[in-house]
């Protein structure tokens, strides 16, 4: 399913999707295979099942012991004239029921080519963990400066500069990651005075197993909290700076090294990366510009989601609703915030339009501002 919303995204749904599952199946590494066949054992049918579970299907079929009208060891696709033909069929309903209606044919594409796409980025994903040597946190920016798409002045001194950063970042990594798991722990934090916050406004009672949580009784307790944090997690945030701009001086220098014609005349498609280049740097020059946005509005989204489990409850309450508007509009302002950064440039990757922008792959619609449940699925997919 993971693999089916992504294909969606980038408008390249395989067309036969059994053929998909039973290719990933194969793939499954064993831990993952003894997990599924333990929850297959331990499953139990329910009163209300349309149907036992599976074991208990396997021993009924077994107690009557079947004569059956013949044998066959082929696998169960020859019972089919053109097995391939119906997968495909069914694929096509599967969708409808999903997305709720039809599929252009366009937007269909074989699995070997999905899957050659998908080996690359694996691949990609593969080449990302061994540059970052495993020290990598999304919610955290790298900014970048244009010197980093031009030929250097020196080449052997961006060779040597490009050795020793990666020294540097091998040396401080441990340390970095200690700094990482501090941080994630004030990001935690953070969000149980959110929680908090938004409870002591309208009023709430939340049953959270929290000691800290628990602590934040009152509003001023609440603020004294998120500026304590704030304050550590800036502290933390200049240790983490420091291996953080190792690694922008790594990724600059590399890049420099990739505009020498010696070093370009050695790398497969070197005319393709340096076409999209530039528009990949923009990108990332304009998402990292948003991460801050983003953690705001995550954490506006955490707000907007305890507030509803209340709805039902506290519809008619006036302080209530006062704070669920409040939500919304802070929501309505971080999507447009967002959206608008990214809605004149070109989404970089593949897809099946090629004019596509990123806003408008992250968000196929803009959410309505007075619907709390499309603003929380446009802050999800954002």
């Not at 031009?150 to 990666?166: F, G, W």
Request: glycine share 2%.
């Amino acid at each position: 399913m993971s693999d089916l919303g992504q294909f969606y995204a980038e408008g390249r749904l395989v067309d036969n999707f059994p053929a998909l599952i039973n290719i990933n199946l194969s793939k499954m590494p064993d831990e993952v295979k003894s997990a599924v066949e333990l929850h297959i054992k331990a499953e139990q049918t329910g009163w209300f099942d349309t149907h036992p579970a599976t074991l208990e299907r396997i021993a009924n079929i077994q107690d009557e012991d079947p004569e059956g009208i013949f044998r066959l060891k082929s696998p169960a696709t020859v019972l089919f004239s053109d097995f391939s033909r119906e997968a495909k069929f069914v694929t096509r309903d599967f969708y409808y029921g999903v997305f709720g209606k039809k599929i252009p044919r366009e937007d269909l594409h074989s699995v070997d080519e999905l899957l050659i796409r998908q080996e690359a980025e694996n691949e990609a994903h593969k080449a990302v963990q061994r540059f970052f040597q495993g020290a990598i946190y999304p919610n955290r920016p790298l900014l970048f400066s244009e010197s980093a798409v031009q030929v250097p002045e020196d080449t052997k001194q961006c060779a040597q500069e490009l050795k020793s950063s990666r020294e540097k970042l091998l040396k401080y990594r441990e340390k970095y990651k200690s700094f990482i798991d501090a941080y994630r722990e004030f990001e935690s934090k953070s969000m149980s005075v959110t929680m908090a916050e938004v409870a002591v406004r309208a009023r709430l009672k939340l049953d959270v197993d929290d000691p800290f949580f628990k602590s934040l009784t009152n509003y001023d307790k609440v603020i004294n909290a998120r500026h304590g944090i704030e304050r550590k997690k800036a502290e933390t945030r200049g240790e983490l700076e420091k291996y953080e701009s190792l690694i922008v001086k790594r990724l600059e220098r590399a890049l420099q090294l990739f505009y020498v014609p010696k070093v370009q005349a050695q790398i497969a498609d070197a005319a393709l990366w340096e076409r999209d280049l530039r528009d990949l740097l923009l990108a990332l020059q304009a998402t990292n510009s948003q991460i801050s946005r983003l953690w705001e509005l995550h954490m506006n989204s955490v707000a907007l989601q305890i507030l509803l489990r209340f709805f039902d409850e506290l519809r008619t309450d006036d302080k209530y609703c006062e704070v669920v508007l409040s939500e919304m509009e802070k929501m309505e302002t971080l999507l447009n915030s967002i959206y608008n950064r990214f809605k004149r440039m070109l989404y970089p990757f593949e897809h099946s339009r090629v004019d596509i922008t990123i806003a408008e792959f992250a968000l196929a619609r803009f959410p309505e501002s007075n619907n709390p449940g499309e603003l929380l699925g446009a802050a999800e997919a954002l």
